[in-house]
């Protein structure tokens, strides 16, 4: 376990980026950005001879990379480009012409990158963590700088060697590293969990409450239009697969029923299914805490705008809420599918929309970490075992089950008393970890097992 607190920055957890996976898209666009920033600051003398970029690519992000688009991410990052600022259009169209390259900025000259230099590695490399990355710069076939990354899910990479960067170094009004901790410094502080929170974010990211607040209602904001989106596009998603949307579909039926639970549970599905199918057309989506997953809090919070009419100030406690529960999850176990399986992303998703919807309800503590507890226990031992390695099967209906099992988790949380719940939300995560820690490698997010070799009767 990491012994330091957690200063994770709610932005970190929910970032603005292009699908379909947060590990396999944004952590490795992000890294080739990061490997080129890291390629300015070394001397113009060795720039000079470089001759090619080589990146190959293990683990998780060899078996399923092609599917979650990894070759074209990689470019992305490469040229220059920024999930939060990536056109999806543009990102879609990297790499269609197998024989085109592509200039990289090398000093002050370019360097051609094609798709011979990506490497999807098969052999086993020993690592750390289950997604890596290696980028070369190259000389004649030398290597004049080499850089190692890992990508942990939800778009958070490390470098190698900088594992160990000390987060302590920032300090944290209300430190904590457990819900158990959490809820002592909010007793003993008679703060509420929004205040506790911001304050702790604002120590972080050194923003102003007001600032925090609008990034908040914009990240609602860009949710919210993944959903629109999907709502309105029909046809096929991208890949072998051919799978239709169904979003649209769903929509037109729930509008055509009169109000019921059965027209509620379609809405909910309709949300969830259409920011799913965004996600997995390479559209811009929110990581939530996964792109993966990034279907279940953008349905739940659509709903909770439209359908039980909560202004902005609930949905953000809502979205604090949400937050503190996917960051007590990666902080003691991860929410990467290619460690933890499905659990760690539809399952923490599942969670935090449990407490997103018991914290805008007005419940206490208790109760959110009731919700958020039930939330994961129900998903424990999930597999992740995407058909083809595309994030559509079993993936975009698996985030409108983990809304309505979010849903019937705060329904449960909130009757009777949460002093009553037998399994802390600590507890449940500590049996995700050692749960992820058992699975088999087949079933995170390799597409070696499980449905993904059902793909020839589909
Ligand atoms: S099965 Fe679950 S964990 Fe795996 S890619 Fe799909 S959503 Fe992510």
């Known amino acids: 376990m990491n012994n330091s607190p957690i200063s994770t920055s709610i932005f970190d957890l929910f ?50 990379g092609k599917g979650h688009g990894t070759d074209r991410a990689i470019v992305a990052g490469l040229l220059g480009w920024q999930p939060e600022s990536t056109d999806p259009t543009a990102l879609l169209a990297l790499l269609k012409e197998p024989a085109k390259t592509y200039p990289v900025q090398i000093g002050n000259r370019t360097i051609p990158l094609g798709v011979e230099h990506i490497h999807f590695e098969r052999k086993k490399y020993e690592s750390p963590y289950a997604n890596t990355v290696v980028f070369k710069l190259v000389s004649a076939g030398e290597t004049l700088f080499e850089q190692e990354y890992y990508s942990i899910g939800g778009g958070f990479i490390i470098r190698k060697g900088e594992e160990a960067a000390d987060p302590s170094a920032i300090q944290l009004p209300y430190p904590y590293q457990t819900m158990k901790e959490l809820k002592t410094r909010l007793y003993d502080h008679q703060l509420t969990l929004e205040q506790l929170m911001l304050a702790n974010e604002t120590a972080v990211t050194g923003r102003s409450a007001k600032e925090i607040d609008q990034r908040i209602d914009l990240l609602l904001d860009f949710m919210h239009k993944a959903v629109r989106r999907g709502l309105r596009h029909t046809g096929t998603l991208p890949g072998s697969i051919k799978l239709r949307r169904k979003a649209p579909v769903l929509f037109q039926q729930a509008r055509g029923l ?31 805490p996964t792109s993966g997953a990034s279907g279940v809090i953008p349905g739940l919070t659509y709903l909770a705008k439209h359908h039980f009419h909560y202004d902005k100030t609930t949905l953000r406690a809502g979205m604090w809420a949400a937050a503190a529960v ?56 999930m597999t992740c075992d995407p058909i083809g390695g595309y994030v559509q099967i079993p993936c975009i209906e698996r985030n409108a089950m983990g809304a309505v099992k979010a849903y019937n988790a705060f329904l449960l949380a909130t009757a009777g008393t949460p ?37 020839t009767e589909c």
């Open 15 to 64: 970032k603005v980026g292009p699908g379909p996976s947060s590990s396999h898209t944004i952590g490795p666009m992000k890294a080739a950005f990061d490997f080129l920033e890291r390629l300015k600051k070394r001397p113009e003398a060795t720039l000079q001879t470089a001759d090619s970029v080589h990146i190959q690519l293990y683990g998780s992000l060899s078996a399923t």
């Open 258 to 288: 009169a109000q019921s639970s059965d027209s509620f549970l379609i809405f909910l599905n309709a949300y969830c299914l259409a920011a799913s199918e965004e996600n997995a057309a390479g559209g811009i989506v929110v990581t939530a």
């Open 326 to 381: 996917g960051f007590l999850v990666k902080h003691n176990a991860s929410i990467s599918g290619a460690e933890m399986g499905c659990m760690g992303e539809i399952g923490t998703a599942s969670a935090m929309g449990a407490a997103f919807l018991t914290q805008c309800a007005g419940h206490s503590i208790g109760a959110v970490e009731a919700a958020a507890e039930i939330g994961i226990e129900h998903h424990l031992g």
């Open 419 to 455: 002093a009553n719940q037998k399994i802390s939300l600590d507890a449940v995560i500590k049996v995700m970890k050692a749960t992820g820690r058992d699975m088999s490698t087949k079933y995170k997010e390799t597409s070696e097992a499980g449905l993904a070799l059902s793909a």
